[in-house]
Structure formats: structure tokens, C-alpha cells
């Protein structure tokens, strides 16, 4: 399974952005997909994730603000994040849930997202 994430970019503090990540290869071995972030000098943390049956659960620090969604017929996630505040200035990554593990066990190659001031 390969992902590929796109969407970053530069935006002022109380934009918005819509990350995408596309799923190629076998899709049959993965089931749930998740964004984490990681900004400079801190761990990656989990931002978003989201079941085959579109259930959804979010951190703490990004709820009311960002959305996941999922295009099965696509094989696309989503992150759409509103209200962008200068701490959410990390780089974004997307990864898909490997059905025989329960793990994340794909990941895209991470799409920066900084947000001013």
C-alpha cells in the first residue's frame, strides 16, 4: 500500500486547509486511516483517525476545528482543518491501519503545514 499526502501549505492563524491522502496498491490489507503530526522538536501525536464504517475520533487539541472523512471509492482520506492557530504548524502525515495487525503500518510521505501569525 503506498500513500500519498498533499494539501500543505501556508496559511494565516483562523484559515482553513484540506489535507488529502491517497491510498494506491492493496487495499483489501488495510481498514482504518489516521493523520498524525509532527512538529519540530516534539513527538508525533495522533490528530485524527477514522474506521472502514466511518466512525471518527479526534485529539483533544483539534476538536470543533478539524474534520476526517474517507472516499471509499477514491481511497481517499481527508483532513479538513478550520480555525488554524500558529500551534498547529507541524508536519502531517497520513497513515492506513493494517487489517492483520490493528497497527498503523503504512504511512505517506507527510505534507508541511505552517500557519502564521
Known amino acids: 500500500v503506498q500513500l500519498q499526502a498533499s494539501g500543505g501549505g501556508l496559511v494565516q492563524a483562523g484559515g482553513s486547509l484540506t489535507l488529502s491522502c491517497a491510498a494506491s496498491g492493496s487495499y483489501f490489507v488495510i481498514n482504518g486511516m489516521g493523520w498524525y503530526r509532527q512538529a519540530p522538536g516534539k513527538q508525533r501525536e495522533l490528530v485524527a483517525a477514522?474506521?472502514?464504517?466511518?466512525?471518527?475520533n479526534y485529539a483533544d487539541f483539534v476538536k470543533g476545528r478539524f474534520t476526517i472523512s474517507r472516499d471509499n471509492a477514491k481511497n481517499t482520506a481527508y483532513l479538513q482543518m478550520n480555525s488554524l492557530k500558529p500551534e498547529d504548524t507541524a508536519v502531517y502525515y497520513c497513515?492506513?491501519?493494517?487489517?492483520?495487525?490493528?497497527?498503523?503500518?503504512?504511512w505517506g510521505q507527510g505534507t508541511l503545514v505552517t500557519v502564521s501569525s
Open positions: 477514522i474506521t472502514s464504517g466511518g466512525s471518527t
Open positions: 497513515a492506513a491501519r493494517g487489517i492483520m495487525t490493528g497497527k498503523y503500518d503504512y
